[in-house]
């Protein structure tokens, strides 16, 4: 096994994927576009580049947390990003349009989510950055979500990715995933052990192996039917030797 890969534990085939791309670029002389990434494969992909391989990226959207990752074969090199903002306007007051409900409606015309970056609802619109190839297919297919008709089109403004949360407090026995994810779901410890076994916690977006595993501070720890949260820090330790962690917890 190549050595790099023993410090990718959990994520060798990705790590793998992306150094071929990294090889492609050098060799080819030419810049090579990945598909939308998540913030923990973007972390990954940045690892891998370091400061030798030249890189950019783009999400459609200020502040994107799903990007799509350009590697440069030399530094300075204009680049545009594949990339196309859909918008489509809708009534919602009748209806409240959810995350879910959007990326159901595109995912189930049998694209890729690697294909789509991130999605806005603001007020009585929708965003969703996709990339460019799919988007002619995306505004003829997608004119119903749930019950609402709607129609997208192409969107040349400028937006900003902004996420709704609430800060909260816990209180756990020890930085153990398994102890973090029981505090910050409320559940039993034996609980949180087997949603981790059972491949339901993500932690930046890659698959919890073991809840062993310490928590980092700023970690996004996605857990399957409870919701997304960022353990920010340990606020302070009890007399009891607890530890009192604030947790940003998405809406």
Do not use: W
Request: net charge positive.
């Amino acid at each position: 096994m190549k050595e790099y890969l023993e410090h990718y534990k959990g994520a060798q085939e990705l790590a793998v994927r992306f150094m071929d791309q990294i090889t492609m670029c050098q060799r080819q002389n030419r810049v090579i576009f990945t598909p939308f990434l998540s913030q923990g494969e973007g972390m990954i992909f940045t690892s891998l580049c370091g400061k030798e391989q030249p890189f950019l990226y783009d999400g459609g959207f200020k502040n994107a947390r799903r990007c799509c990752y350009a590697l440069l074969p030399y530094e300075d090199m204009p680049v545009s990003f594949p990339i196309c903002v859909l918008k489509a306007v809708y009534r919602s007051r009748f209806e409240v349009l959810t995350h879910r409900d959007v990326l159901g409606a595109f995912l189930h015309q049998g694209i890729e989510r690697e294909q789509i970056g991130d999605l806005l609802i603001k007020e009585d619109a929708v965003y969703v950055a996709v990339s460019e190839k799919i988007s002619s297919f995306l505004i003829n297919q997608v004119t119903k979500i749930r019950h609402t008709s709607l129609h997208f089109e192409r969107y040349e403004g400028s937006l900003e990715y902004e996420e709704k949360f609430t800060l909260r407090y816990y209180n756990v026995s020890s930085l153990r995933m398994d102890a973090i994810v029981a505090g910050m779901c409320q559940i039993s410890r034996a609980k949180a052990s087997s949603l981790i076994a059972s491949g339901m916690v993500k932690v930046n977006d890659l698959p919890l192996e073991t809840g062993s595993s310490l928590c980092h501070n700023n970690s996004t720890v996605s857990i399957r039917g409870y919701g997304r949260f960022q353990f920010i820090e340990v606020q302070h330790t009890t007399k009891k030797n607890r530890f009192v962690i604030e947790v940003r917890v998405f809406c």
